[in-house]
């Protein structure tokens, strides 16, 4: 799902973004949604949120909750059955 529709996106939700520096290059960062800065209910360029992280950009994709799970896993070092 792409980040266009703020109704889509809630605090929590596991996204990728693109930073403002980063636009020309297209580079995403994954992260976990804190806040929703842009007011609109919609925007065509991705809706901006600051993630839990501290990281501002747009959001280009929502990804789904059990990528979520696998990424933290993946992050905690614990391995995998």
Same mark, same amino acid.
């Given at each position: 799902m792409d980040g266009?529709?703020?109704?889509? @996106?809630k605090p929590g939700a596991h996204v990728q973004i693109v930073q403002k520096q980063d636009q020309h290059s $297209? &580079?995403?960062t994954e $992260? @976990? %949604?804190a806040d929703l800065l842009t007011k609109s209910?919609?925007? =065509?360029? !991705? @809706? &901006? %949120?600051?993630l839990t992280s !501290? /990281? %501002? !950009?747009r959001v &280009?994709? /929502?990804? =789904?909750? $059990?990528l979520r799970l696998q990424s933290a @896993?993946?992050?905690?070092g614990v391995p995998r059955r």
């Open positions: 266009r529709n703020r109704a889509d @996106i $297209g &580079k995403m $992260g @976990i %949604v209910p919609t925007h =065509p360029h !991705g @809706i &901006k %949120v600051r !501290g /990281i %501002v !950009g &280009k994709e /929502i990804l =789904p909750a $059990g @896993i993946r992050m905690s």
